[in-house]
């Protein structure tokens, strides 16, 4: 609006007022000062209230954590992300957490609570689909919480120079609904399971 | 007046036969190492004009390897023989590194506050060199270790920095996380010294001159808006850069003395445990945008003066709300104090500090709001004369109403989640910073010529200059916001292989066109402006009929500049007086009742 209606003046003036058209001398004023308090105080009010009407939306998306326990952890390392799922104890930073790189999955319709760290350098998460971006920082630990409503793959994308394969730290994000989650997550706890001994044997063999 | 003493070595006579004839020396003293403020702007404007040309050839690699990901690179393809001709990414991300540290600090800061501060202030303030000449000469030649320094970057080992001109550790502070984060790095951290040394010693002498050296009756309130404009800008200059020089410091300690005032703790980057933490890669960011946010209202703010002063005279009529144009440039300094977390809302420091930020980064919008209404209503009611100073100054507002607008919209935290680091952003300053400073750039170059070199630039050319200009910069920056609307994200050598921005590609090669036709275009200018220089049109003192003071004086002006001391008796911007038989009063005309008492 502002920007048809200041153009619009512009060129209307430029053109009304070529001096190949006009006849007498130019208009001699200094200023208005009714017009300054005009423009000066209905442009501040509009932007205050731009300001402050979209305070709610950024507490949502920023400040209003979700009190649950973490989904996922994320970390962001030259050139990939980093994943690690709690493992079937459910609990996240245990010897039998699920890792994986690049391919994230999260249940639909519910809260997804992200744990967002960096290895190295600065990255940053982006999923253009969902609106959501965060820098990941070294020695942060930043969460990133999200509802996604529609299933589907998406990507993930990283949005912070991080070094010359930054165009590839590609990742991808699949939206699924929870049974799916679940077996999804009991296909991966047993691929990771099979290349690794469980805890038992490994405390049998010690013995 | 001036407590200025003049070298009593210019005007004692000395017998030819005792004084030893030294070419060289007098050479070297009257055009290479001058004091005289003219000589100095025009040695600032003829290398920024330089470097603005290899600027524009990074940005045109840059949108080449954008268009056409890992296709042979014409040229510069040379370079690459062992890839059969591609870019590699490493590359990539130094071109787009060192085109913006280029432009930012080698064409845009000098050329505004080094070339046509120095030019202009002692001119229009009706002084006759600047308060220190000695160091208004340095201050230039401070800038030649940086060219020097970023030049020979690109020749070392690893290549030019390649962390992006906003350096960011711990991308930067670490040798093993980019190619040219070794000696290139190093350089650019150099460079950015020498240069922001150069820019605080200029500061000091802008700020001395216009204070202390201005002709009897020139009042604050009667300075031209570009003298207002140098003003604050000097003001910025002296109290954003010292932060950035010491957040320069910082990371020099951390290369090279081991400290880490960036590193967080247990980072191991490309397999190398990193050396001492304890520090945080937020600090960096804080005190970078700290300076540099100032440093882009250093970067419009003269323009924006130059801008008003060119309007006015080819609007035959008074700058519209010359007080709050004051203020408002006033406001825009200020302001820009305190909002430069608007950079970093993403960035993972503490969100309340978005809401913050997010306020008084609206509120800048306001006085910029009131200035492009005031040069609406200059335009309004005038007597317009299309020169080609005019069209680039217009298309200044014109031009500079987009960048403004959809600054707004990344002032909005919640919109800035998602055009953070996108092509948003950059279509944002590419339209302030060229589309705006660059086009005010052009007007004061084509308006002030005449008082430069004594000629006139081709007006014919000129418009052809600023038509083609005018048309490319449009297709290549506004389809930007197209881009950045979709997510499509900053600094990717290669971002088709995303699903989300595989489709966009055809823009990009448009936009490529583009940039390519707004390169080439520039060719009309140089042509026109070093003809010009030798065989234009001979200007009279005042070609434009304009009244600032600088016009009363010869075409090009000699040293000491005026003829006579000025004596102020106007405001600026007397267009168009009624009752008076010419349509604009010099500030030195006598007001009408003392010419009317001395007859």
């Known amino acids: ?207 | 007046m001036s407590t200025i003493t003049r070298d009593t070595a210019t005007t004692v006579a000395i017998p030819a036969a005792t004084k030893p004839r030294r070419p060289v020396a007098e050479f070297l003293s009257t055009y290479v190492f001058s004091k005289d403020h003219k000589v100095i702007g025009l040695q600032f404007l003829f290398s920024t004009l330089v470097w603005f040309l290899i600027g524009g050839l990074l940005a045109l690699a840059v949108r080449w390897q954008v268009a056409w990901p890992w296709s042979d690179v014409p040229v510069v393809g040379q370079l690459f023989a062992q890839e059969g001709g591609q870019m590699s990414p490493e590359f990539y991300t130094m071109l787009f590194t060192m085109h913006a540290t280029v432009m930012i600090f080698l064409v845009i800061i000098p050329i505004l506050a080094g070339a046509f501060g120095n030019f202009l202030i002692p001119l229009m303030i009706g002084a006759d060199d600047m308060a220190f000449p000695t160091l208004n000469m340095l201050s230039y030649w401070f800038m030649w270790p940086a060219f020097i320094a970023f030049g020979a970057s690109f020749f070392v080992e690893g290549g030019a920095a390649s962390s992006g001109w906003t350096a960011y550790p711990p991308l930067t502070t670490n040798l093993a996380a980019s190619p040219g984060s070794g000696w290139g790095q190093t350089l650019w951290l150099v460079g950015l010294t020498f240069v922001g040394v150069s820019s605080m010693l200029g500061s000091v002498n802008y700020m001395t001159t216009i204070i202390l050296m201005r002709a009897p009756g020139m009042t604050m309130f009667r300075l031209p808006m570009t003298i207002w404009a140098m003003f604050i800008t000097a003001v910025l200059q002296a109290f954003a850069l010292p932060v950035l020089t010491a957040a320069g410091f910082m990371q020099i300690a951390d290369r090279s003395l081991g400290t880490g005032f960036f590193s967080a703790e247990g980072s191991i980057i490309n397999n190398t445990v990193t050396s001492a933490g304890g520090g945080q890669p937020l600090l960096w960011q804080h005190l970078f945008w700290f300076y540099s946010h100032p440093a882009v209202y250093i970067m419009i703010l003269p323009a924006m003066g130059m801008v008003s002063d060119i309007m006015t005279c080819f609007a035959r009529k008074p700058l519209f709300g010359y007080r709050p144009m004051v203020y408002s440039v006033a406001g825009i300094a200020g302001l820009g104090f305190i909002v430069w977390g608007h950079h970093m809302f993403i960035s993972g420091m503490n969100p309340a500090l978005g809401m913050t930020f997010m306020v008084s980064t609206m509120m800048i919008a306001l006085p910029s709001a009131v200035k492009t209404f005031n040069w609406l209503g200059t335009l309004w009611g005038g007597r317009i004369q299309f020169t080609t100073a005019m069209l680039f100054a217009i298309s200044f507002v014109s031009m500079f109403i987009i960048g403004g607008l959809s600054g707004i919209f990344m002032a909005a935290t919640p919109v800035d989640i998602f055009i953070h680091d996108t092509y948003f952003i950059v279509a944002h300053f590419h339209y302030v910073l060229f589309a705006g400073t660059a086009m005010g750039v052009w007007a004061a170059i084509y308006f002030w010529f005449p008082k430069m070199f004594g000629r006139t630039m081709n007006e014919f050319w000129g418009k052809v200059h600023f038509f083609l200009t005018f048309i490319f910069l449009n297709g290549t920056f506004f389809t930007m916001h197209i881009l950045g609307a979709v997510g499509f994200p900053r600094r990717l050598a290669d971002a088709y292989h995303y699903e989300t921005f595989h489709h966009l590609q055809p823009m990009n090669a448009f936009m490529t066109y583009c940039a390519i036709g707004m390169v080439a275009s520039q060719a009309i200018f140089a042509a026109n402006f070093f003809w010009s220089m030798f065989y234009g049109p001979r200007a009279g003192r005042n070609p434009w009929n304009a009244n600032g003071l600088e016009w009363t004086a010869p075409s090009p002006p000699g040293h000491g500049n005026f003829d006579y001391q000025p004596i102020v008796h106007r405001g600026p911007y007397e267009y168009s007086v009624p009752g008076e038989e010419k349509d604009h009063l010099m500030q030195t005309d006598p007001p009408r009742a003392m010419a009317a008492a001395a007859h």
């Open chain 1, 1 to 207: 609006m502002v920007f048809i209606a200041t153009e619009v003046l512009l060129f209307w003036f430029i053109w009304k007022y070529d001096a190949a058209k006009r006849e007498g001398p130019a208009t001699f004023i200094h200023g208005s000062h009714t017009l300054e308090v005009i423009w000066t105080v209905i442009p501040a009010v509009l932007l205050l209230f731009l300001a402050i009407y979209q305070m709610n939306a950024w507490a949502d998306v920023k400040m209003r954590r979700p009190m649950m326990p973490p989904t996922v952890e994320v970390v962001g390392r030259q050139f990939e992300w980093r994943l690690r799922y709690p493992g079937r104890d459910g609990e996240l930073g245990t010897p039998d957490d699920l890792f994986l790189v690049n391919d994230l999955h999260v249940p639909v319709n519910e809260e997804v609570l992200i744990q967002l760290k960096s290895m190295d350098v600065l990255h940053s998460f982006f999923l253009p689909n969902l609106r959501i971006k965060q820098d990941a920082v070294p020695g942060m630990k930043i969460p990133v919480w999200f509802k996604a409503t529609e299933t589907g793959q998406f990507d993930i994308v990283c949005a912070e120079l991080c070094g010359w394969g930054h165009y590839k730290m590609k990742g991808r994000i699949t939206i699924e609904p929870r049974e799916d989650f679940e077996a999804w997550l009991e296909r991966k706890y047993r691929e990771q399971e099979a290349t690794q001994p469980s805890a038992e044997l490994e405390m049998a063999r010690n013995d």
